[in-house]
């Protein structure tokens, strides 16, 4: 089992609709949970970060965890073409090396 | 947010010589740096950890000796791709983690900008 799994999609949404990402962890011990955007041949760029179950918004972003479910997500309100790239979920496992694993993100292709 | 300088941003070198990447934290100290590769549509792949005045950790698969890595001082970390070879060509792409209030909360890893490798 990967450690972080993610839909690789394409996830096609319409312009002005919401996006959904979806992303399953199997460490139980990890604490710290994020978001990033890579567009093609960039690096990536942070988006958001959760630590505590629940929602986390920031402007068009909400982040969701449950840890119980192993369970985190990102909502994108009113897409963009912009926000077309793909999103990768990243996962800090537990213990003290405090690792950041990645898993095979989502492209997210927004239609105008 | 904080900022990671990685240079060169493009490398091209000669199948069997030596290339050194550098990643910088400009704006804060960074006890701890990663370094990853990333092939054509694959996700980031975490090659080691690198910490400030120690030897650097490797995963699993990642040969030490090919992939030399420095943390001389707390906003530097250096990769030196040794004896490059055609299938070293790859993005390589530093981060550096901000200090948090614990250890495990408050921390964000910020990435450089990426280097791209092509060994011909």
């Known amino acids: 089992q990967k450690e972080v799994e993610q839909n690789s999609g394409p996830l096609s949404v319409p312009e002005g609709a919401i996006a959904s990402l979806n992303c399953t962890y199997s460490?139980?011990?990890?604490?710290?949970f994020f978001w990033y955007r890579q567009y093609s041949g960039k690096s990536p760029e942070l988006i958001m970060s959760i630590y505590s179950n629940g929602d986390k918004e920031d402007g068009r972003f909400t982040a969701q965890l449950n840890k119980a479910s192993q369970y985190v997500s990102l909502l994108i309100r009113d897409s963009q073409p912009s926000d077309s790239a793909t999103y990768l979920c990243?996962?800090?496992?537990?213990?003290?090396?405090?690792?950041?694993?990645f898993g095979t993100g989502t492209l997210l292709a927004v239609q105008p | 947010g904080a900022v990671v300088s990685q240079h060169p941003s493009r490398v091209i070198c000669k199948s069997g010589t030596s290339v050194k990447i550098e990643c910088r934290s400009l704006?804060?100290?960074?006890?701890?740096m990663f370094w990853y590769r990333q092939f054509p549509k694959k996700s980031l792949m975490l090659m080691a950890t690198?910490?400030?005045?120690?030897?650097?950790?490797?995963e699993q698969g990642v040969e030490k000796d090919k992939f030399l890595i420095n943390h001389a001082s707390l906003t530097l970390s250096t990769l030196t791709v040794t004896s490059a070879h055609p299938e070293d060509s790859s993005f390589y792409i530093c981060s550096a983690r901000t200090p948090g209030q614990g250890e495990f909360w408050g921390n964000t890893i910020y990435f450089g900008e990426g280097s791209w490798l092509t060994v011909v």
């Open positions: 690198s910490n400030e005045g120690s030897k650097a950790t490797y």
């Open positions: 460490d139980r011990g990890s604490q710290s």
């Open positions: 990243a996962v800090t496992l537990g213990g003290a090396t405090n690792k950041l694993i």
């Open positions: 704006d804060f100290q960074a006890t701890t």
